[in-house]
């Protein structure tokens, strides 16, 4: 039986930097880790077996939900539904919660 899909929100500015974020971290982990991931440039997600990371502007927060937010503040807790969560400060620790994530560790 497969494991849930774990869903981060990372917090950007602007639609230009929500892309080139998700560039980045698809870039990265395609050359420098043994990950196999997903580019979606129109959404600004890359996507693993085990993780879906999203880059989204404030704006667009009414009503999200997801396992890790990134970078929200306070609002980060209703996006997580009160649960707790694994705080994720960069993309260093962004990049090793993934490859932990889909080592199954």
Same mark, same amino acid.
């Given at each position: 039986?497969?494991? =849930?899909?774990?869903?981060? @929100?990372?917090?950007? @500015? ?6 080139? @974020?998700? #560039? ?35 704006? =667009?927060?009414?009503?999200? =939900? ?14 997580? &539904?009160?649960?707790? @969560?694994?705080?994720?400060? &960069?993309? #260093? ?6 490859? #932990?994530?889909?080592?199954? #560790?």
């Amino acid at each position: 039986m497969g494991r =849930r899909l774990k869903t981060i @929100y990372v917090k950007v @500015y602007s639609a230009q930097k929500a892309t080139e @974020y998700a #560039k980045n971290l698809y870039e990265i982990l395609m050359d420098c880790t043994p990950v196999i991931a997903d580019l979606c440039l129109k959404k600004a997600e890359v996507r693993t077996e085990t993780v879906l990371v999203k880059y989204i502007s404030n704006k =667009r927060t009414d009503g999200m =939900r997801c396992d890790i937010p990134c970078g929200f503040g306070e609002l980060g807790k209703i996006m997580a &539904d009160m649960k707790t @969560y694994k705080e994720i400060n &960069d993309g #260093k620790e962004l990049v090793d919660f993934i490859i #932990k994530e889909e080592s199954g #560790k």
